[in-house]
């Protein structure tokens, strides 16, 4: 069964300061990734996602995430924070393309303060 | 705009009482999402439906309900057997060649 580990349920990083959120995964195929962000009050949005093809991969807003098998491990990083930055952060995890009658498990996720 | 609208955005429920959350699509998606909400316990997932007319239990459907009489609409029913249904609501939806979630907004329900 597929699972996600976001480690750190909250985040606190100084503005311009390097943003490292983290997630391992648990797949007995090879996974498709995600991560998303929430704002308050508001629904999900995808930031980027790892369908098996570039390991690195860029996405919305300067953050990117690489892919590391041996890890299991996609974290999400951004060089230098800003204060829009601030929000919920999930990292999901399936194991089919299109997760038809697969479900997308999600983390639990990691709530990022942004210090001016 | 294209896009994904729960109704209502805040709702109330009484003791023994059933509601229903909205979630309409213009997107043209297939497949619809109900997640549930929790503070420190992510999204996880209480009903699906790939099409019409079709739907499927997720992880904790018990004490809710839904129906996919049309493409367009997902409605959620919170029943009186779900017996801690303080929680925030998302609807989602995608296309079958996609792997991208589309949210809506939210419904906040509370109990009174």
């Known amino acids: 069964a597929q699972s996600v580990t976001q480690l750190g349920s909250h985040v606190s990083v100084s503005e311009g300061a390097l943003v490292l959120l983290r997630c391992n995964y648990s797949?007995?195929?090879?996974?498709?990734l995600f991560w998303y962000v929430q704002y308050p009050n508001q629904g999900l949005q995808l930031l980027l996602k790892?369908?098996?093809?570039?390991?690195l991969v860029k996405g919305i807003n300067g953050f990117e995430a690489e892919f590391k098998k041996s890890e299991t491990s996609f974290h999400l990083t951004k060089p230098s924070a800003h204060m829009s930055d601030a929000a919920e952060y999930f990292c999901?995890?399936?194991?089919?393309?299109?997760?038809?009658?697969?479900?997308?498990?999600f983390g639990t996720g990691t709530r990022l303060t942004i210090i001016p | 705009d294209g896009g994904i609208t729960q109704s209502p955005k805040y709702l109330f429920r009484k003791e023994g009482q059933n509601v229903t959350l909205s979630c309409e699509q213009n997107?043209?998606?297939?497949?619809m999402y109900w997640y549930r909400q929790d503070p420190g316990q992510g999204l996880r997932l209480i009903y699906y439906?790939?099409?019409?007319?079709?739907?499927q239990k997720g992880d904790i459907a018990e004490g809710y309900s839904v129906s996919r009489e049309k493409k367009e609409s997902f409605p959620l029913t919170v029943t009186s057997a779900q017996k801690n249904p303080t929680a925030f609501y998302l609807c989602?939806?995608?296309?079958?060649?996609?792997?991208?979630?589309?949210f809506g907004s939210g419904t906040q329900l509370s109990v009174l």
């Open positions: 797949s007995s195929v090879p996974p498709y």
């Open positions: 439906s790939q099409i019409v007319n079709d739907f």
């Open positions: 989602a939806s995608k296309t079958d060649t996609d792997e991208k979630l589309f």
């Open positions: 790892y369908t098996s093809a570039a390991t």
């Open positions: 999901a995890v399936s194991e089919s393309k299109n997760f038809g009658n697969e479900k997308l498990t």
């Open positions: 997107l043209n998606h297939d497949a």
